[in-house]
């Protein structure tokens, strides 16, 4: 059931949100100001509301248990990936680099030859698989970068396993 998980995080929490799109969490950023639409669009949309705001945890539709809310405690977005790790189980092994971080889209399998020229050279001739957002078109591949989030996350989170 945890797999199914999606929220909609405050933006006081917009580090986050992109921690969990890089683990593979289908996360949108709340970027208005009233605390009233983003408990609706939860509502609507069946996410869980990420929020560092005491306040709006204390709404109705959160606190008679119809919206489900998540107050991080922790200022540092990676201490706030371990609340919730604790909090939900989130996993970073569920699908890990397959949406884009700046759009929440998933990612669209592309071949060596459909990026050439998109990616400097040296990439080209070292990596073999390449993922493309298809709203930013940014493309992503398994690099250096890629190893040392996915070392970060896996400290984060590690122990976490789906599905058991
Ligand atoms: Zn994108």
Not at 61 to 71: C, E, H, K, Q, Y
Not at 83 to 101: A, D, G, Q, Y
Not at 128 to 142: G, L, S
Request: net charge positive; hydrophobic share 35%; aromatic share 6%.
């Amino acid at each position: 059931m945890y797999s199914e998980l999606e929220f909609i995080g405050d933006i006081n929490v917009g580090k986050l949100v992109r921690w969990l799109r890089m683990m593979g969490y289908d996360t949108s950023l709340f970027k208005g100001d009233d605390d009233s639409e983003i408990v609706t669009a939860a509502l609507e949309e069946g996410r869980v509301i990420l929020t560092r705001d005491t306040g709006l945890v204390e709404r109705h539709l959160i606190t008679s248990g119809r919206v489900r809310a998540v107050l991080l405690k922790s200022e540092k977005p990676e201490e706030q990936v371990k609340e919730l790790s604790v909090k939900l189980k989130i996993s970073s092994s569920l699908n890990p680099f397959t949406r884009c971080i700046e759009c929440n889209l998933p990612l669209v399998a592309r071949s060596k030859e459909e990026v050439e020229g998109k990616v400097p050279p040296y990439v080209l001739k070292t990596q073999e698989v390449f993922n493309e957002c298809p709203h930013c078109h940014r493309i992503y591949w398994r690099g250096t970068h890629w190893r040392a989030m996915q070392k970060r996350l896996e400290r984060l989170v590690g122990s976490n396993v789906q599905g058991s």
